[in-house]
């Protein structure tokens, strides 16, 4: 089998190091392209008014100057053009990507390239407790239990264009509660704010401040799962169109 894998926390991201030793219960045949810096909250963004460059470390290793979209691109058309992967791996990302989350993150964005192109695809990504760790995020939820998580995978049947979106929780290993099959939930951020600060010639810059309003997680999604221990394991697919809406539109313009 073989595996492509990327993430958006960049190239020596430590939980890029860590999906590689989970891949590779799975399969020697490891491919890395990653971006070479780290690209989260960049979604399904492409490079399209400027060239990236490509850092080839060896024949499976590469850094793209780019989003996590451009990478899977990059490998799928360059790369691995003559044998392309049977599997894409996405992660593992330094926090959750719960609910809403999932529009937003350039892991599941590269997921959702592989599932584009027609091939198995899985984002994971590992929540973590507690503010302000920088990258000394514990993986050893994910290291733990990235094996036994995709392994049932592997000879499942997937649809056509759908991908899989696993989170590890903010738990020890011996302290998950198992493996649940959830639905996306979804918060309500309530008011954008932003933090306002002045560089040292007088200019302001601002930080995006996410502060997300309290909320009672809904029965059966990510954000119910996470919380009571469990390692979540949510199916998503790209067709985005809204069933129950355009029935309504069809009547309007029939």
């Given at each position: ?18 999906l590689?030793?989970?891949?590779r ?21 492409l490079?399209?008014t ?8 060896d ?14 691109m ?6 691995m ?14 926090g ?5 989350d ?5 892991t ?18 590992q929540r ?27 000879d ?23 493996i649940?099959a959830?639905?996306q939930?979804?918060?309500d ?15 302001p ?18 954000l119910?799962?996470i ?28």
């Open positions: 089998m073989r595996i492509l894998l990327t993430n958006d926390d960049g190239y020596h991201a430590r939980g890029l190091a860590v590689e030793r989970i891949a219960k799975f399969s020697d045949d490891i491919t890395v392209v990653a971006p070479a810096e780290e690209q989260s909250g960049k979604g399904r963004a490079t399209l400027e060239p990236f460059r490509v850092r080839r470390h024949d499976k290793r590469y850094a793209v100057r780019g989003t996590p979209t451009d990478c899977v990059f490998a799928l058309a360059e790369v053009k003559h044998s392309p992967p049977d599997l894409v791996l996405s992660g593992v990302n330094r959750g990507n719960l609910a809403e999932v529009s937003y993150s350039g599941v964005s590269a997921a959702m390239e592989g599932a584009l192109a027609g091939i198995r695809s899985i984002a994971l990504s973590y407790a507690q503010s302000g760790q920088g990258d000394q995020v514990p993986f050893d939820t994910a290291e733990a239990w990235g094996e036994r998580t995709l392994r049932p995978l592997m499942m049947e997937w649809l056509p264009r759908t991908l899989l979106n696993v989170n590890f929780p903010p738990v020890a290993a011996d302290a998950v509660r198992g649940k959830v639905s939930g979804l918060r951020y309530g008011r954008v704010g932003l933090d306002k600060r002045v560089d040292p010639r007088g200019f810059y601002y930080w995006l401040a996410m502060a997300r309003l309290p909320h009672d997680a809904v029965r059966d999604t990510d119910e799962a919380e009571q221990g469990y390692v979540t394991v949510t199916p998503l697919h790209l067709d985005l169109t809204h069933r129950e809406s355009l029935d309504m539109l069809r009547k309007i313009y029939r």
